[in-house]
């Protein structure tokens, strides 16, 4: 495991071992990282960045073009800018990304100032985040007008 590359990343080990069946049906030798960290606590995945599947250097190219034939990984040739915050209407679905239509998305807290003198004046601890989405495959994010 020397001269091994990190091809892609899971949440769930159960989704590595397909991508890792499909690439070995192809005769490309593979190796996974963190799969039982994962298996014994869910919640660690994100902290230990997911179930790696490694493949060999000489094999990395390969296994990419068929990784992105099947659909596991997306080269639509976007850069991701994760400074910008979009709104969107509220008319669009909540639960896909408007720009990339994927279903990998989620709520991100934002802390909004605007609240926090209402808070001392008051004395009653108003909400001070804002909820914003995030979607983890193109990496923009939004907010919905209300």
């Not at 039982?36 to 060999?56: D, F």
């Not at 659909?71 to 909540?94: F, L, M, N, Q």
């Not at 009653?124 to 979607?135: E, M, R």
């Amino acid at each position: 495991m020397d001269n091994c590359r990190t091809i892609i990343s899971f949440t769930y080990p159960h989704e590595a071992h397909l991508a890792k069946g499909y690439l070995e049906s192809n005769g490309i030798e593979t190796f996974m990282e963190n799969e039982m960290t994962v298996q014994a606590n869910n919640i660690w995945s994100n902290a230990v960045g997911g179930v790696k599947l490694l493949v060999k250097d000489t094999d990395y190219e390969q296994g990419l073009q068929l990784l992105k034939s099947v659909g596991y990984i997306k080269d639509d040739g976007i850069i991701p800018d994760k400074t910008k915050v979009v709104h969107i209407s509220s008319e669009t679905d909540k639960k896909v990304c408007p720009f990339c239509k994927s279903d990998n998305i989620g709520k991100k807290k934002k802390f909004s100032a605007f609240m926090l003198p209402f808070s001392f004046v008051f004395g009653v601890i108003f909400p001070l985040y804002k909820k914003a989405y995030t979607c983890f495959d193109c990496g923009k994010e939004w907010r919905f007008k209300k």
